[in-house]
């Protein structure tokens, strides 16, 4: 079964930074991911699918990129709203999250 | 625009049977693009994808869950539906439904239940 490896765990942010989520899988099966959001209380939402395809009405300040193992997840000017936790995912695994905190 | 919802019981006791029922409103579920699938997540933690179903009634389950884990369709009245048998408190999560979306190969899961919360307690 496929793992998928999150890092970091936390991370702490300002309004304006750019950061930078990755996700690695155990092995390599397959060239895509994707990437959720969750907020306390609410159910995941999708981001990104096939790696690096923005789901409708998800602002373009996100991004996806990757192959093979590694995949990222890039949030430029991150906004007020964007302090939630991110999900990577590939096939049916699910990474353990990243918590993006307010610095 | 499909929506999802989540109904069951919210208290089940060690060693019965969780019932959950998702329905699905705006759309259908005899379609080849999509598999309908369950998820659930303990307070405080992860996702742990649970199982799916096609409609034809194709079943897919966690290895993890595997032997105590049922998932059903009903075209006929755009529902399916999880039973987890012999439950312990490691099976306390919300339990979302969702749409996997393979229209195009992998689309993710693109649409999503609001989740219910299942405690098991005696």
């Known amino acids: 079964d496929i793992q998928m490896t999150q890092s970091p765990s936390t991370l702490a942010a300002s309004v304006g930074d750019r950061v930078t989520l990755t996700c690695r899988a155990s092995q390599s099966v397959t060239d895509w991911a994707a990437w959720y959001q969750q907020k306390p209380g609410r159910a995941p939402t999708l981001l990104i699918f096939?790696?690096?395809n923005l789901n409708p009405g998800v602002p373009s300040r996100f991004s996806g990129s990757g192959s093979g193992t590694e995949f990222s997840l890039t949030i430029t000017d991150l906004q007020p709203d964007d302090f939630a936790t991110y999900y990577c995912q590939q096939l049916k695994a699910f990474g353990q999250g990243t918590k993006v905190e307010i610095k | 625009q499909m929506q999802l919802q989540e109904s069951g019981s919210g208290l089940v006791r060690p060693s019965e049977t969780l019932s959950l029922t998702c329905t699905v409103s705006?759309?259908?579920?005899?379609?080849?693009?999509?598999?309908w699938d369950w998820i659930r997540q303990p307070p405080g933690k992860g996702l742990e994808w649970v199982g799916s179903?096609?409609?034809?009634?194709?079943?897919y389950y966690s290895p993890s869950l595997k032997g105590r884990v049922t998932i059903s369709i009903d075209t006929s009245n755009n529902q399916f539906s999880l039973n987890l048998s012999s439950v312990t408190a490691a099976d306390s999560a919300v339990y979302y439904c969702a749409r996997e979306n393979w229209d195009d190969l992998d689309d993710g899961f693109d649409v999503w239940g609001q989740g219910t919360m299942v405690t098991v307690s005696s």
């Open positions: 705006g759309g259908s579920l005899e379609t080849d693009s999509y598999y």
């Open positions: 096939k790696t690096s």
């Open positions: 179903v096609y409609y034809t009634g194709t079943t």
